[in-house]
């Protein structure tokens, strides 16, 4: 009886408690702005705790993988440019075999974007930085299937942004008025009801770069692999690294 009680009577007290408990509103949020710059001076207990992690990424970060004997830059060609054939070229090379075992399908076609370029290829020793320099980003690779009416809403994209998106798998010649004179895929014409397999990136795959034509994929294959990481095990394969424009997409004039 006694517990009974108690009981009734710490109820009656968390009642009221309760009823008489302020509520609380945020009346105002400010902020400002912290600029971390060289003006603010170094502790040198952080400083020594995080040398020895810092030097270790440095030496990772530094680890020559392969050379390239030109500058390579974004910049160099209207429809395709060496370095982006060289990132194309890159994704089909090391992203098919992975695609291949998987699902027992082969890569089709590349198709990368110019503004995810990041950087250019300075002449000389190529690094794991590089690597990290040409795409910042944790995009990775994934393969969309396509009908090739699809494929050709990809191709429409290409000749109205007439710039260098990073193609590989595809020959498209355009003559001077824009109209197609060749459009090849895998050497061979593109069939409205055929299945092609086009491997982009997933920032792409959701629509970047207004690429809304991914929005027409049947299915998509994950490769679980980072452009970035591709890129580091393509020059690791590499010893050179020397691209060329060549005629995968042009215009003649």
Do not use: W
């Amino acid at each position: 009886m006694k517990k009974q009680l108690i009981l009734l009577f710490l109820s009656a007290i968390l009642s009221v408690s309760c009823k008489n408990s302020m509520v609380y509103e945020v009346s105002q949020v400010s902020g400002r702005s912290i600029p971390v710059s060289d003006s603010i001076p170094a502790h040198d207990s952080i400083s020594e705790f995080i040398q020895p992690y810092k030097e270790y990424i440095d030496r990772e970060m530094n680890a020559v993988l392969a050379y390239s004997p030109t500058d390579l830059v974004k910049t160099d060609g209207e429809l395709n440019t060496a370095l982006g054939n060289m990132m194309a070229d890159a994704v089909m090379e090391l992203a098919n075999p992975v695609f291949e075992k998987r699902t027992g399908n082969s890569i089709d076609i590349v198709l990368l974007n110019h503004g995810g370029i990041r950087s250019s290829v300075e002449k000389g020793d190529i690094t794991t930085r590089t690597a990290f320099q040409l795409m910042p980003f944790e995009n990775e690779v994934v393969v969309a299937k396509m009908k090739g009416s699809a494929v050709r809403d990809l191709v429409r994209y290409l000749i109205d942004a007439g710039v260098a998106h990073p193609i590989a798998g595809l020959q498209l010649v355009l003559n001077s008025n824009n109209a197609i004179e060749k459009l090849l895929v895998q050497g061979e014409p593109v069939q409205e009801e055929k299945d092609y397999f086009v491997a982009t990136n997933d920032y792409l795959l959701q629509g970047g770069d207004n690429m809304i034509f991914f929005s027409k994929a049947n299915e998509v294959t994950s490769l679980n692999y980072k452009i970035r990481n591709l890129l580091i095990d393509y020059f690791s394969k590499h010893d050179t690294i020397a691209p060329v424009k060549d005629q995968r997409f042009i215009r003649l004039k």
